[in-house]
């Protein structure tokens, strides 16, 4: 009985071995940066037409005025003038975004510059 013994336990530790090296590594998940994140969706699934083709340096611009104390209907103005589409939804959509990804700790200044915004009537 006692010549069994060792092949019985070199048989258990490399089963276990064998388990314990099978087990998958966990999946990364890991948030693109924050220009990566901000470029793909304003220019390729939503497709702003930027002035000078600079969509990181027009939604960093926008994070400049919000830092800066400009009002937001300004910078609504501003950006409907600037970039394509102009309209009333894309550039509410283009400024929040911009300051939401871009500069996420001025996103109280946006709120307080935006209370009580009517849209212009058109």
């Known amino acids: 009985m006692k ?7 070199v048989i258990v530790a490399g089963t276990a071995f ?6 998958p590594a966990p ?3 890991a948030a693109p940066a924050p220009e990566v994140e901000y ?3 304003v220019v390729a699934r939503r497709h702003y037409a930027f002035p000078n083709n600079d969509a990181i340096g027009y939604g960093y611009g926008i994070c400049d005025k919000v830092r800066n ?3 937001y209907p300004q910078i609504m103005g501003d950006v409907k003038s600037d970039v394509l589409p102009n309209d009333e939804f ?4 283009l400024v929040s975004y911009a300051v939401g990804i871009l500069c996420p700790a001025e996103i109280w200044q946006l709120r307080n510059s935006a209370a009580g915004y009517q849209p212009p009537p058109g």
């Open 90 to 93: 894309a550039a509410n959509y």
């Open 69 to 71: 104390g400009e009002a």
């Open 27 to 29: 999946l990364a998940h």
């Open 39 to 41: 470029t793909y969706d």
């Open 3 to 9: 010549r069994g013994t060792p092949l019985i336990a």
């Open 18 to 23: 064998g388990v314990i090296t099978q087990t």
